[in-house]
């Protein structure tokens, strides 16, 4: 997987795992909204979607603790 180590070999350790764990719970999300659009005919819309990951990304960081995600609060 070269693109995923380019596209985080230069940051620091922290904002490695903070970008990694946000690019594994986009994709996830992604994927689970195509499921609902496909299989029960339910669209969400990229704020909806937004919303899964946020709450996904509070609750792993409510059970396992950091990485810090303060930027993605908003």
Not at 2 to 18: C, F, G, N, Q, T
Not at 43 to 67: D, F
């Amino acid at each position: 997987m070269d693109w995923w180590e380019k596209e985080l070999a230069h940051l620091s350790k922290k904002d490695r795992r903070l970008k990694a764990a946000l690019m594994i719970y986009a994709g996830w999300n992604i994927w689970k909204a195509r499921n609902k659009k496909f299989f029960e005919q339910r669209t969400m819309t990229p704020g909806e979607v937004m919303q899964e990951i946020k709450a996904e990304m509070h609750c792993r960081a409510m059970a396992c603790g950091k990485p810090e995600m303060s930027s993605f609060n908003d």
